[in-house]
């Protein structure tokens, strides 16, 4: 098993930045990836971004160039820095990872952008 718990959510102004952090405790070894994803309420959860344990990252159009995904291995945690922010970034955010055949979500932390 493999637990993940998100923090760093809150509220913030349009322009502002936050940084989400992602710690995974339990069977973390061979955890081959971890994504950040978000709902809006009522919609589907969107993938925003992923780091392989290579380091190789990838970003969904919404966000590229404005949130940055990082993980520090030795502290077993990931991280998604978002700036320039704006009240659609309103959501909350979702952390994920794959081991082996199985995925594991966190359990979310709010995200409000105010106007």
């Known amino acids: 098993q493999v637990q993940l718990v998100e923090s760093g959510g809150g509220l913030v102004q349009t322009g502002g930045s936050l940084r989400l952090s992602c710690a995974a405790s339990?069977?973390?070894?061979?955890?081959?990836?971890m994504s950040w994803y978000r709902q809006i309420l009522g919609n589907e959860r969107d993938l925003l971004a992923t780091i392989t344990t290579w380091g190789s990252t990838s970003y969904a159009d919404s966000v590229k160039g404005r949130f940055t995904i990082s993980r520090d291995n030795a502290k077993n945690t990931v991280y998604l820095q978002m700036n320039s922010l704006k009240p659609d970034d309103t959501a909350v955010y979702y952390c994920w990872a794959r081991r082996y055949s199985r995925v594991y979500w966190g359990q979310g932390t709010q995200v409000t952008v105010s106007s």
């Open positions: 339990g069977s973390i070894d061979s955890i081959s990836s």
